[in-house]
Each structure stands twice: as structure tokens, then as C-alpha cells.
């Protein structure tokens, strides 16, 4: 998993590419902090041009921030 910082690595173990998007990649990664339980990871594409991000990713990212606050045991913080 390519990252020029993250903030992820020293928590997750990227295991395997799991799936690919308009809007980025999903891996599979073990998490250290929680008995090495498989969690999945986002990693967002954002390409910024003349005029910006685009408003596309702008509400991915939105829609991601929404999961901070829902309750399940898949959504790891």
C-alpha cells in the first residue's frame, strides 16, 4: 500500500489490495492496536488541479466522515 504519510502504518498491516474505485483503493489491513482483527482501509485518490479538489471527492469524504459517528463493530475510529 503506497502512502507518503498516512498516519495509518504504525496501526495497520496492509495485507492485500481488496478492491478498486473511482475514488480510490480498498485494502485489507491487520490492526495491531485491536488482536490483529482484519479491518478494511480506504485510501482516498485526490487529484487537485488548477481550480481545486474536485467537488466529487469533496463529498466522498463527506460521506466517510458521516461513518465517524455510526455505531458498528465494522467501522473501526
Known amino acids: 500500500m503506497e502512502s ?9 498491516e496492509p495485507v492485500a489490495e481488496i478492491g478498486e474505485g473511482a475514488y ?4 485489507k489491513a491487520r490492526d495491531r492496536n485491536n488482536e490483529g482483527r482484519f479491518v478494511a482501509l480506504k485510501k482516498v485518490r485526490v487529484q487537485t488541479g488548477e481550480e481545486g479538489m474536485p467537488l466529487s471527492t469533496i463529498r466522498e469524504v463527506a460521506v466517510l466522515r458521516q461513518l465517524e459517528s455510526f455505531e458498528h463493530p465494522n467501522v473501526v475510529r
Request: hydrophobic share 15%.
Open 4 to 12: 507518503k504519510d498516512s498516519g495509518f502504518s504504525d496501526r495497520y
Open 24 to 27: 480510490g483503493k480498498v485494502y
